[in-house]
């Protein structure tokens, strides 16, 4: 079993920056993509950014530019540098993989971590 846990949300005033950290940890013998999705009051569950093994990454057109994925192979880590941040950038951001581990390979989620950009 693989378990994700997020840290780094909170409350930001426009313009503002915060960095997600998500890690992974259990029996895990290897992490393919690594990701960040999120999903506001009312609406579906969307990409944010990916990032793969060797490190090519995918942005949310609404993102690019703003945020930065990076993750640390060794660390089985992931996170997220939110730049100018905007209110309608509040959302609950959730952590994935996919990860191979004791049970073999499947999509994992973290529990997600409040982001709301308010003044």
């Known amino acids: 079993q693989v378990q994700l846990v997020e840290s780094g949300g909170g409350l930001v005033q426009p313009g503002g920056s915060l960095r997600l950290s998500c890690a992974a940890s259990?029996?895990?013998?290897?992490?393919?993509?690594m990701g960040w999705y999120r999903q506001a009051p009312g609406k579906q569950r969307e990409l944010v950014a990916t990032i793969t093994r060797g490190g090519s990454t995918n942005y949310a057109d609404s993102v690019k530019g703003r945020f930065t994925i990076s993750r640390d192979n060794a660390k089985n880590t992931v996170d997220l540098q939110m730049n100018s941040l905007k209110p309608e950038d509040t959302a609950v951001y959730y952590c994935?993989?996919?990860?191979?581990?004791?049970?073999?390979?499947?999509?994992?989620w973290g529990q997600g971590t409040q982001v709301t950009v308010s003044s």
């Open positions: 259990g029996i895990i013998y290897s992490i393919a993509d």
């Open positions: 994935n993989c996919y990860a191979i581990g004791s049970r073999g390979g499947r999509n994992y």
